[in-house]
């Protein structure tokens, strides 16, 4: 089955220029989630919507990241008036379940968004 | 706050040889633990989770991994390596059942 997707895999801006990136998860996973992966690090979390709200957004690094998913199945992470230090691989994943579960659920990854800021 | 860190920022091993990644974490009380591969330009996939039930988790492709929790360690093991293991492994624990906190990888390099 389809698993989750992303697009753009690769995106090129220019410092100062706005960027959107898509997330399509599995389709009716409750749980989304949103990563920021630096060159040799691991990933680290930004934001969580359940649904369509919002939960979680303590990880986004500056007010110039916002994320929404306004019908509570595609996402898109915008980042305005990008810098360098933006440049990174943006992941997301999905989650059939909400975090009323005792129990850690498993995240379903798609296989991010390079994005490089010149 | 909950963390992970990977003891091994690469390991080399040679085709059919045991491989050990380690991983110690710290809690302030019983975490869910988890180990993710990700091979080039593929998403992370789920090896095996912690969820404190039994403390050997067996997951997939022959890996497994056991919880200590006198040693606070979840160190991930594989009796005979192949060579489409070679990846990057990260430990990873959850602080809230949903955020997930990720250490800073294993790169595994199979020799023929």
């Known amino acids: 089955g389809a698993g989750v997707s992303q697009s753009p895999r690769y995106k090129v801006a220019k410092r100062g220029q706005d960027v959107a990136l898509r997330c399509d998860p599995i389709?009716?996973?409750?749980?989304l989630f949103w990563y920021q992966q630096a060159l040799g690090q691991g990933p680290e979390f930004l934001t969580y919507?359940?649904?369509?709200?919002?939960?979680?957004k303590s990880g986004l690094p500056s007010d110039r990241f916002f994320a929404e998913r306004p019908e509570g199945s595609v996402s898109t992470l915008k980042i305005q008036r990008t810098q360098q230090e933006d440049s990174a691989v943006y992941l997301c994943?999905?989650?059939?379940?909400?975090?009323?579960?005792?129990?850690?659920?498993?995240?379903?990854f798609g296989p991010g968004t390079r994005l490089t800021v010149l | 706050a909950q963390s992970v860190t990977q003891l091994d920022s690469h390991v080399s091993v040679s085709e059919g040889t045991p491989v050990l990644l380690r991983c110690n974490y710290s809690?302030?009380?019983?975490?869910?633990l988890f180990w993710y591969v990700q091979h080039p330009n593929k998403g992370l996939q789920l090896l095996l989770k912690?969820?404190?039930?039994?403390?050997l988790v067996k997951g997939i492709n022959g890996f497994e991994a056991e919880f200590k929790k006198s040693e606070t360690s979840f160190h991930l093991t594989k009796p005979s390596a192949h060579m489409s293991d070679a990846a990057e492994y990260f430990c990873?624990?959850?602080?809230?059942?949903?955020?997930?906190?990720f250490g800073a990888g294993t790169t595994v390099t199979v020799r023929a």
């Open positions: 994943a999905s989650s059939p379940i909400g975090p009323s579960s005792s129990l850690a659920p498993e995240q379903f």
């Open positions: 809690s302030s009380y019983s975490p869910s």
């Open positions: 912690y969820t404190s039930a039994a403390t």
């Open positions: 389709s009716g996973h409750v749980s």
């Open positions: 919507f359940q649904n369509e709200a919002q939960l979680d």
């Open positions: 990873v624990v959850s602080p809230n059942d949903y955020k997930l906190s």
